[in-house]
C-alpha cells in the first residue's frame, strides 16, 4: 500500500516511471495514473493493481471541505480501482447529468466527481473511490497519508 512520504510516479505512457511534479498536471485535468514509489529505495509500489492512483488538479475553489483538506494545491488523487465491480476507472468525461467533467468507469458507467471526494453521481458502484491524501514536497508530488475509505470493487468484500 501507498506509505505516507512515497512520491507519485507516472504509472503509463513515454514517462511511465517518472515523479509526478505539480506543474505536470494542467488545472481542470485531464487525470494521470500514478503508482507510489518509496523515495529510499526506489520501490514502485505497483505489485497491486489497487495501489495505483488517479489524480487530477482542479480549481482548489471548487473542492468541498473534505476533499480540500486531502489535496494539495487542488491537485487530488484516488483508487484508480471501480468500487462497483473493480474494473480501472479510466476515463474523464462530462457527467451523465449536469455538466461537470467527472472520472469514469467505463465497464459499467460509474461516475465519480473528485471535486466530492469521489461521490458516486451516476452508475451502480455503491460508494465513493478510496482517496489518497497528498502533499507537495521539494516539487514533488508525495503520499500524505494512508487511502480514506475502502479500496475495490463491492466483490472484493
Given at each position: 500500500m501507498p506509505k505516507r512520504g512515497d512520491v507519485l510516479v507516472l504509472s503509463e505512457g513515454e514517462r511511465e516511471g517518472q515523479i509526478i511534479a505539480p506543474g505536470d498536471l494542467p488545472v481542470g485535468g485531464p487525470p494521470v495514473r500514478a503508482w507510489p514509489k518509496d523515495p529510499k529505495t526506489s520501490v514502485v509500489r505497483n505489485g497491486s493493481r489497487l495501489n495505483e492512483i488517479v489524480v487530477v488538479r482542479l480549481d482548489p475553489g471548487d473542492l468541498d471541505d473534505a476533499t480540500r483538506s486531502r489535496s494539495a494545491d487542488?491537485?487530488?488523487?484516488?483508487?484508480?480501482?471501480?468500487?462497483?465491480?473493480a474494473c480501472p476507472v479510466t476515463e474523464w468525461v462530462k457527467a451523465a447529468q449536469g455538466d461537470k467533467t467527472v472520472l469514469k468507469c467505463p465497464c459499467h458507467n460509474?461516475?465519480?466527481?473528485?471535486?466530492?471526494?469521489?461521490?458516486?453521481?451516476?452508475?451502480?458502484?455503491?460508494?465513493?473511490?478510496?482517496?489518497?491524501?497528498?502533499?507537495?514536497?521539494?516539487?514533488?508530488?508525495?503520499?500524505?497519508?494512508?487511502?480514506?475509505?475502502?479500496?475495490?470493487?463491492?466483490?472484493?468484500g
Open positions: 487542488g491537485i487530488v488523487a484516488y483508487s484508480a480501482i471501480c468500487a462497483h465491480a460509474s461516475e465519480y466527481d473528485p471535486r466530492s471526494s469521489a461521490q458516486v453521481v451516476f452508475g451502480p458502484a455503491p460508494r465513493s473511490l478510496a482517496a489518497l491524501p497528498l502533499a507537495i514536497e521539494g516539487g514533488s508530488l508525495t503520499v500524505a497519508g494512508a487511502f480514506v475509505g475502502k479500496l475495490g470493487g463491492a466483490q472484493l
